[in-house]
């Protein structure tokens, strides 16, 4: 079956920089569009960025120039740099990626989230 697999969280000083990995493995045919979501305790998920198959990206108002999202298809693998962090940008990041297990069949898996703390 199919799972992700996040890794780069951490603490770090705001102005610092992150990057996030997020990882399908298993029964991954191919992976379709991609995206980042982060959730501070609280508050709602909210869409940081994504990646569509034909490289299309996205990014929230609030980290534009800041993050880049990019993806390596021959890994499977969907990334986050985050430069120049805030403080507001604290929280859970979760990767979405919709995997096809097969030609054609294609479902949204979720990552475990992983933790991200920038202080001041």
């Known amino acids: 079956q199919v799972q992700l697999v996040e890794s780069g969280g951490g603490l770090v000083q705001a102005g610092g920089s992150l990057r996030l990995s997020c990882a399908a493995s298993?029964?991954?045919?191919?992976?379709?569009?991609m995206g980042w979501y982060r959730q501070a305790p609280g508050k709602q998920r909210e869409t940081v960025a994504t990646i569509a198959t034909t490289a299309h990206t996205y990014y929230a108002d609030s980290v534009k120039g800041r993050f880049t999202i990019s993806r390596d298809n021959a890994k499977n693998t969907v990334y986050l740099q985050m430069n120049s962090l805030k403080v507001e940008d604290t929280g859970v990041y979760y990767c979405?990626?919709?995997?096809?297990?097969?030609?054609?069949?294609?479902?949204?898996?979720w990552g475990q989230g992983t933790q991200v703390t920038v202080s001041s």
């Open positions: 298993g029964s991954v045919f191919r992976v379709g569009d």
């Open positions: 979405n990626v919709n995997v096809e297990t097969m030609p054609t069949i294609s479902d949204p898996f």
